[in-house]
C-alpha cells in the first residue's frame, strides 16, 4: 500500500488543521494507521493509531483531547483532526501503516510509510 499525507501548513496558535493520509492499492482496510511526527530532532514519535476496522483509537498524551484520528475505508483515507495547537506541535508529520495491532506505539512496527506534511504553528 502506497500512503501520502496531506493538509500541513502553517497556523497560530489555538487554531485548527485536519490532515489526510490518503492510501492507493487494495485492502487499505487490513491495515492499522498511525501518525507520527519529527521535530527539530532525528526520531519520529507516535501521535495517534487506530486499528483497521476503527474500533479502537490510541493517543500520546499530548494528543489527549486535542487530536481526533479516524478513519473512513471507503474513501481509503485516515483523519488527524487537530484543536488548539501549540507551537509545540511544530513537525512534519507522517502516516503509516501497519498489518497488525500490537505494537502500535512504536514506529519500527510499522511496514508502510509516506511522505510527510509539514505542521508549523506560530504563537
Known amino acids: 500500500v502506497q500512503l501520502q499525507a496531506s493538509g500541513g501548513g502553517s497556523v497560530q496558535a489555538g487554531e485548527s488543521l485536519s490532515l489526510s493520509c490518503s492510501a492507493s492499492?487494495?485492502?487499505?482496510?487490513?491495515?492499522?494507521v498511525g501518525w507520527f511526527r519529527q521535530g527539530s530532532g532525528i526520531t519520529r514519535d507516535i501521535v495517534a493509531a487506530?486499528?483497521?476496522?476503527?474500533?479502537?483509537?490510541w493517543y500520546e498524551d499530548f494528543a489527549k483531547g486535542r487530536f481526533t484520528i479516524s478513519r473512513d475505508d471507503v474513501k481509503n483515507t485516515v483523519y488527524l483532526h487537530m484543536n488548539h495547537l501549540k507551537p509545540e506541535d511544530t513537525a512534519v508529520y507522517f502516516c503509516?501503516?501497519?498489518?497488525?495491532?500490537?505494537?502500535?506505539?512504536?514506529?519500527?512496527?510499522?511496514?508502510?510509510w509516506g511522505q510527510g506534511t509539514q505542521v508549523t504553528v506560530s504563537s
Open positions: 503509516a501503516a501497519m498489518t497488525t495491532w500490537s505494537g502500535h506505539y512504536a514506529s519500527s512496527r510499522y511496514d508502510f
Open positions: 492499492g487494495r485492502g487499505f482496510d487490513d491495515y492499522a
Open positions: 487506530i486499528n483497521r476496522g476503527g474500533q479502537d483509537r
